[in-house]
């Protein structure tokens, strides 16, 4: 079964940088799609951004496009998944999830597109 562990959360000050981490292991063979989401207090896990397993199409959110990115490495038989946050506003306070999936990005935009999931870091932006 395929697990997943995030790692690099915290707390940074606006207009800080962070990257989170997200390590695979198990088998990822099949495995299409990776990607971050993001649970904001009180609302709903949406996807921030999204990228397949060769690492050439990824996708963002227009809340976080241009700030973040995505990124993975196959490097060494192990997969990681990055998410390089850059000028970071207290609206990117939440949990960050990796999760990852069958269908690709162009069609994997809810949860139930992803069958498996991180444990969750916490980030927050605050002064």
């Known amino acids: 079964q395929l697990q997943l562990v995030e790692s690099g959360g915290g707390l940074v000050q606006p207009g800080e940088s962070l990257e989170l981490r997200c390590t695979a292991s198990?088998?990822?063979?099949?495995?299409?799609?990776l990607a971050w989401f993001r649970q904001a207090p009180g609302k709903e896990r949406e996807r921030i951004a999204c990228?397949?397993?060769?690492?050439?199409?990824?996708?963002?959110d227009d809340s976080v496009k241009a700030r973040f990115t995505i990124s993975i490495s196959n490097a060494n038989a192990k997969t990681t998944l990055y998410l390089q946050m850059i000028k970071m506003e207290p609206e990117d306070t939440g949990v960050y999830y990796c999760?990852?999936?069958?269908?690709?990005?162009?069609?994997?935009?809810?949860?139930?597109?992803?069958?498996?999931w991180g444990q969750g870091t916490q980030v927050t932006v605050s002064s």
């Open positions: 990228i397949n397993n060769s690492g050439i199409d990824s996708t963002y």
């Open positions: 999760a990852a999936g069958l269908v690709p990005c162009a069609h994997a935009t809810a949860r139930r597109d992803f069958g498996s």
């Open positions: 198990g088998p990822t063979l099949g495995v299409y799609t």
